[in-house]
C-alpha cells in the first residue's frame, strides 16, 4: 500500500465554486490512495452534487447528476498519471453546471487528446502505483479509462466529458444537465435517431450508426441493447450480413 505521508501534494483538493472567482467551501483528502478515492468519491455525491429523489413503488430512488463509475474512474486516472514530484495535488472543482478534475502530468512522447479517445496501449505515468491499482481490482490497466468514462456517461444519458491537455497536465470537464428531465430528452433525441437510421437503412452496423450520431460505439450498443429490451427492434439474420427490423 502506498503512503502518502512523506510526499507533498500528494492528496485530493475538492472546491465548490459559484464562479471562477467565487468559491464557496473546499475539502482536503488526505492519508493512503485507497482512503483517497473511497473519500473522494464519497464527498462528490453526498455533499457537492446533488441528487434527484423519486421512487418506484416503496423504494426510494436517488439519481446524481454525473454517474459515480465515471467520476471514480476520473478520479483513478488521476491518481495513476498524475506528477507527484510537482508538488501540485490532484484538484477537483464543482460548479452548478459542471465538474472539472486536473492532474498535473504529462502525456507520452506523441501522444494526444485525440489518441486518448482511440484504442491505444496502457502507459501510466506512474507504473508502480497503477499496478498498485491492479492489484487491488481497482483499476484494469489495459489503457481503456476513457472509454470507460465515456460508456458510463452514455448509459446514463449526460454528455461526453471534454479532455484538455493544458496548465501543465489533464483536464477532464463533466458537464452537468439541468434536470432529470433534459437527460431524459437527450436519451429520447438519441433512440428517435437511431430509429430513424434503421427506418432508411436497415443494414447499417452499429459503428456506421455511432458515426452519423456522433457518439460512441458502445454508447449505441447500450442504446441499441434497451431498444431490444423493449421490443422495439429485433435482428434479422446473422451478425454480418443480417439487418434491423422496428417491430410493429
Known sequence: MYSTNYITGSYVKLGYFKTDADLVFQDEIHGHLF??????IDLLLT???RATI?????NRVETHPLPAPALREALLNALAHKDYASGNPVQISVYDD???????GQLPEQWTVERLQEKHPSRPFNPDIATTLFRAGLIEAWGRGIE??????????????LINYDF??????FQILSSPKTREKTREKTRE??????????????????????????????QMAQLRKDGIIERMGPA?????KICD
Open 35 to 40: 482512503n483517497q478515492v473511497d473519500r473522494t
Open 98 to 104: 459542471k465538474v472539472i478534475f486536473w492532474n498535473e
Open 148 to 161: 470507460k468514462i465515456n460508456t458510463e456517461c452514455q448509459k446514463a444519458n449526460v454528455p461526453l466529458p
Open 168 to 173: 501543465g497536465g489533464l483536464m477532464l470537464t
Open 54 to 58: 423519486s421512487y418506484e413503488g416503496v
Open 193 to 222: 435517431k437511431i430509429l430513424r437510421l434503421i427506418e432508411e437503412t436497415p443494414s447499417l452496423s452499429t459503428n456506421e450508426m455511432a458515426e452519423i450520431i456522433g457518439i460512441t460505439q458502445k454508447g449505441v450498443e447500450w
Open 240 to 244: 454480418k450480413g443480417g439487418y434491423w
Open 47 to 49: 455533499k457537492y452534487l
